[in-house]
């Protein structure tokens, strides 16, 4: 009971943190219809949703969600130790751990996800854009890898069930 209570406690704080940084579920589940509406017709905004709840509730994507956002948060209060603090506050091209963090939440549902990963980050469409913006004052170096790498597994979560439902193995 201690455990589920404790369980509980750490998914409800990654929600409440990714909110307190200005992303909703809404906004990711955006990302999903995004990727995924030319593979599904009818797709609703209710499914995006409910499949992005689902890859929430995993406890490694809480974990990626807690460590990338302390980050980000130490960094824009200029409480790291350099050269960290810098690397982390200019999002430095060469540092790269943002995307491996990002790797345990798209690696869950297997390989199909990194696909997704690399569309959104390139193509950076709606909330992604704004994590992007360097003229906020605010520091998302982590947040932005983390909120593409959620789309992109709910979306691979998407896949995954849609195929099951019309009796094929999955991939
Ligand atoms: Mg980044």
Redesign the pocket.
Known sequence: MAEKNYQDQVEATAKQWLQERGVSVSDIADLVYFLQRKYHTNLTHEECVMNVERVLAKREVQNAILTGIQLDRLAERKMLAEPLQSIIEV?ESLYGI?EILSFSIVNIYGSIGYTNYGYVDKEKPGILAKLNDKSTGECH??L??IVGAIAAAASSRLAHSSQQKSGQQPQ
């Open positions: 999002d943002d170096t982590f932005d890898d």
